[in-house]
Nanobody, 125 residues
Framework: QVQLVESGGGLVQAGGSLRLSCVAS????????MGWFRQAPTKEREFVAA????????YYADSVKERFTIARDNAQNTVYLQMNSLKPEDTAVYYC??????????????????WGQGTQVTVSS
């Protein structure tokens, strides 16, 4: 059974930082690109960041570039999202997702095979 488990969410003040983690099990982790998406109340789920199976390339939404960093540790089956300079508009449930390496449209949620349950990030002003 494939399972993605996010952690690291919480409540922070604007300008603060959080590091999200996602631990995967039940799949060959190095065969999957990994992505982070987020969904705020009343909004559609949106792409945040992605990293290729080897970690050789990363991709970011314009709204988070220069503030967020995605990384992976294939030995630990874990992907991270380091979030700095957080803004209230970053408040959302953040989801980890896995896309088999044959799927390469990393910006599109439907390209991902598996999803975690999400972790809440709340940024206060």
């Amino acid at each position: 059974q494939v399972q993605l488990v996010e952690s690291g969410g919480g409540l922070v003040q604007a300008g603060g930082s959080l590091r999200l983690s996602c631990v995967a099990s039940g799949l060959t982790f190095s065969h999957y690109a990994m992505g982070w998406f987020r969904q705020a109340p009343t909004k559609e789920r949106e792409f945040v960041a992605a990293i290729t199976w080897s970690g050789s390339d990363t991709y970011y939404a314009d709204s988070v570039k220069e503030r967020f960093t995605i990384a992976r540790d294939n030995a630990q089956n874990t992907v991270y999202l380091q979030m700095n300079s957080l803004k209230p508009e970053d408040t959302a449930v953040y989801y980890c997702a896995a896309a088999h390496y044959t799927r390469r449209d990393y910006y599109t949620a439907r390209q991902y095979n598996y999803w975690g349950q999400g972790t809440q990030v709340t940024v206060s002003s």
